[in-house]
């Protein structure tokens, strides 16, 4: 499995950006989805995740109601909507792609994109 992350830049407080993924490799309409980041410094953290039906979400406390995950099938692409950002968001966003319908464990995402820089200054 290939994961392509982009959409990341710098961004001030308040503003919004939103990171794509794409996925090549096998069928991505099989398989849940997942970001994560790190910050310098600091281990890999969870974001949010998506089900391979796209119906079922979840969110770290730190990214809800601002962030919100989505999947396009068609497109082979998961999606990062970041709204009311901070600058505790900055910070190196991965995608991740396990290889089941859907996990929220780090440890079973075995896909991993090459990562995507967010700065979000003050």
């Known amino acids: 499995v290939q994961l392509q992350a982009s959409g990341g830049g710098l961004v001030q407080a308040g503003g919004s950006l939103r990171l794509s993924c794409a996925a090549s490799?096998?069928?991505?309409?099989?398989?849940?989805m997942g970001w994560f980041r790190q910050a310098p410094g600091k281990e890999r953290e969870f974001v949010s995740a998506i089900s391979w039906s796209g119906i079922t979400t979840f969110y770290a406390d730190s990214a809800k109601g601002r962030f919100t995950i989505s999947r396009d099938d068609a497109k082979n692409t998961v999606y990062l909507q970041m709204n009311g950002l901070k600058p505790e968001d900055t910070a190196v966003y991965y995608c991740?792609?396990?290889?089941?319908?859907?996990?929220?464990?780090?440890?079973?995402?075995?896909?991993w994109g090459q990562g995507t820089q967010v700065t979000v200054s003050s």
């Open positions: 991740a792609a396990p290889d089941s319908k859907w996990s929220l464990r780090e440890s079973e995402y075995k896909n």
């Open positions: 490799g096998r069928t991505f309409s099989n398989y849940g």
